[in-house]
């Protein structure tokens, strides 16, 4: 339980911010919130299911190309394990420990790991600048548009993330640390595969599509004008801000970040707090409850132990 007492600063933020979250609720004036449909809860709740069964398969996929004897389940398992810890601890502390798990268990080199961490961080920026630039011209905005900042910076990502895994070379003599993706024993050139590239950015946009598709439901439940498209484009936004490691599971930041964008689009930035809100409950819901059952199952809270093998 050490992991958990080095932590407990974020522990307790994460139980204030709830206590608040409740205080909220019971005295909101947003229409429809008082009578929440559990059936909507319960879609959203297995969309969230889907989102990280999609993001598992690639990772899957290319951890099987070079060797690694692990099961869809296993790794979807740990990923579960991941998103649950980023939720807790600082500069997404779970992305480490599944490194960990990955190393105790299947001996993947660290070299290895942080090739692979750098191979699909990049294709999701990718993905991310790819849709959203294609997304940005078709959202409507309340008076003047902020598209030309927009389309500029989704496109700039990317570029960013496809230059970032075809001129690594060119990257790594900038950085000491990129320059270890290209160390004679790192398995880069098997990772870094166009086939690895295609089905990662295919199954990251899917996933994608149903985290918008969680965001459209909500914003239909609350009377929002909001087309799928704009949900698609907002998504990308979102997960775009997300990638930066401000706090533990950046609690307050989407909330905020939604606000404001719905707010810019002419609709009540207090339904965007609300739409985030119930989202990111929801998300608890489904990663605390499967993420405490995967961690204890590989066993990631005594340092003495090794995680188990097999689950």
Known sequence: MKLVKKYYKNVL?????????????LN??????????WRLGGALIFLNA???????IPQFYILRKINIPITLSQ????????????????ARGGVFVRGVALLKNFNLKKRDYAAFSVFVSFAGLFVLGAVGSALFPFMRWNGTKPLFLLELGGLALAFLGFFGLYSTKFLAKLSPKLELLYHEKTKWNLINKKDNFIVTSFFYFFSLITYALR???LGVYF????????????????????????LPGNIGIKEASLSGLLALMGFNPQIGFYIAVIDRLLQ???LGSLGAYYSFRWNIW???NDTVKDL
């Not at 933020?13 to 609720?25: D, K």
């Not at 004036?29 to 009578?35: E, I, R, S, T």
């Not at 009377?223 to 401000?246: G, Q, R, W």
Request: with cysteine; aromatic share 16%; glycine share 2%.
């Open 223 to 246: 009377y929002l004008d909001l087309t799928f498209i704009d949900a698609c484009a907002l998504t990308s936004l979102l997960l775009l801000i997300n990638t930066v490691p401000i």
């Open 75 to 90: 790794i979807f398992s740990l990923t579960i394990v991941t998103n649950f810890l980023n939720l807790l601890l600082p």
């Open 13 to 25: 933020s994460l139980i204030i911010f709830l206590a608040g979250l409740s205080y909220l609720f």
């Open 215 to 217: 965001i459209y439901l």
């Open 28 to 37: 909101n004036d947003v229409q429809h919130l008082a009578q929440f449909d």
């Open 302 to 304: 005594n340092k003495g």
């Open 284 to 286: 608890i819901l489904f």
């Open 50 to 56: 889907v989102f990280y069964f999609l993001i598992t």
